[in-house]
């Protein structure tokens, strides 16, 4: 069970905020390069260090990170639940599953940040005032090249004097993954204003954002200015009032582009009127810009759809598209685009896309 909140917040922003010294340039990348990786477009890593919701934010920020799902490992089947693994006896811990894309995010990358701001890892069974060994420091290595990477790494730490105290984080072999419950999911993310999330999981987000500010997603520092309904929908996740909105009718010829990070997303050639009042549209321009995401926030199974590069919010894909288009609809809220004209894309640094439109 996560500690008490209100009594325990003010404790656990110390913990967490002042746990870790080196940092950014100081704290070492592993000395060598995890070559399993080379060549892969996806990869991942079994990693805990405390709450899951804490860790779930901070690598849901890291670009070239594909997915985050909270959950756990290191105990059976029959065990594997919020209420039993709260108990401390199960033998599970509370880890994310990250799916990476090596080609943008190396291994490296993932274990400098989960070791210098994710967590402490000098801390036994714990995590700031989260106390039990479901909250240990550890790491499941998918096989031996990746524990003896792993292993590598932490003997770098160590070589280098990094902290002050011994490093706890055990490495052990693979593990069964079991995916927490739904209300897990995205957990920060949903429940902004959860104290727990302000005192604990926002503090390392915020140290993510000021130490590495090269492999966020969004950078704030250069993120447009946003109205407050692009805000609600492109980074709460929210939805737009249905045919009141910019794009649900407009059928000029060009492309509609991440309204943070200008990636391009959707084709006006794909797109169709679906009676919905929202852009609908049969694909986006290459697949490989949208991520799609189990979602059940409603009490029902939903694909949601985010932008790979920006992480942006822009909604959902149904399997009730034009079936001569391939059968799919991406119900997409405007709030998330920004429309380039077709006699703009040159101008605007998209006149590889001209071409779709003779």
Known sequence: MKFGI?????????????????????????????????????????????????????????????????????????????????????????????????????????????????????????????????????????????????????????????????????????????????????????????PYIQGVSTPKVEKLEKEFPDILKTNKQSMPDLTDMQKHVVLKGGTEPAFKNKYWNHYEDGIYVDVVSGEPLFSSKDKFDSGTGWPSFTKPIEKSQIVDKPDDSLWMPRTEVRSSSADSHLGHVFEDGPKDKGGLRYCINSASLRFVAKADLQKEGYGQYADMFK
């Open 6 to 194: 209100l009594a325990g917040v003010m404790m656990a922003m110390g913990l967490f905020c002042n746990a870790n010294v080196g940092l950014a340039k100081s704290f070492p990348l592993p000395s060598m390069v995890f070559q399993d990786d080379v060549g892969l477009k996806e990869a991942n890593i079994l990693l805990g260090g405390g709450c899951f919701w804490c860790t779930e934010a901070v690598f849901q920020s890291v670009k070239g990170v594909n997915s985050v799902v909270s959950g756990y490992a290191g105990g059976g089947a029959e065990s594997a639940s919020y209420n039993k693994i709260s108990s401390g006896t199960t033998g599970h811990a509370e880890v994310i599953k990250i799916t990476y894309d090596p080609t943008i995010i190396t291994l490296g990358k993932l274990l400098q940040v989960f070791f210098s701001v994710a967590h402490d890892p000098t801390q036994l069974d714990r995590q700031g005032n989260d106390v039990g060994t479901q909250y240990r420091s550890i790491i499941f290595a998918k096989n031996e090249s990746q524990k003896q990477y792993i292993k590598a790494y932490i003997d770098d730490l160590t070589a280098a004097q990094v902290f002050d105290k011994p490093i706890m984080t055990k490495i052990e072999n693979p593990s069964p993954f079991y995916e927490a419950e739904a209300y897990h999911q995205d957990y920060a993310k949903n429940n902004p204003d959860n």
